[in-house]
Nanobody, 126 residues
């Protein structure tokens, strides 16, 4: 049984940094996409960042335009991923979900991910 457990998050001020981590268990996910989505109150869950296996035997990072240059994703191992979030803004406030996708064709598409963590809250005050 695949399980994803997130850690990190919390209440911070605008301009601060936060690091999220996610560990997957129940298998080995060396060629699977693993990353982050977020959902703000009253909004759809949206793509933030992910790592996807490439044919060059490495993981390629993908970022939403809204976080490029501020967030950095790292595939620390085949089963763990972290997201360093810098220069946080109030609009980054959301529940952040770790996601795992097997056989992902479009790494930025939510529907391609079949496994989800329970989510961790990040609140950025102005």
């Amino acid at each position: 049984q695949v399980q994803l457990v997130e850690s990190g998050g919390g209440l911070v001020q605008a301009g601060d940094s936060v690091k999220l981590s996610c560990a997957a268990s129940g298998g080995t996910f060396s060629r699977d996409a693993m990353g982050w989505f977020r959902q703000a109150p009253g909004k759809e869950r949206e793509f933030v960042s992910t790592t996807a296996w490439s044919h060059e035997y490495t993981y390629l990072p993908y970022y939403a335009d809204s976080v490029k240059g501020r967030f950095t994703i790292s595939r620390d191992s085949v089963n763990t991923v972290s997201l360093q979030m810098n220069s946080l803004k109030p609009e980054d406030t959301a529940v952040y979900y770790c996601a795992l996708g097997r056989g992902v064709i479009l790494p930025t598409e939510r529907l391609h991910y079949g496994y989800w963590g329970q989510g961790t809250q990040v609140t950025v005050s102005s």
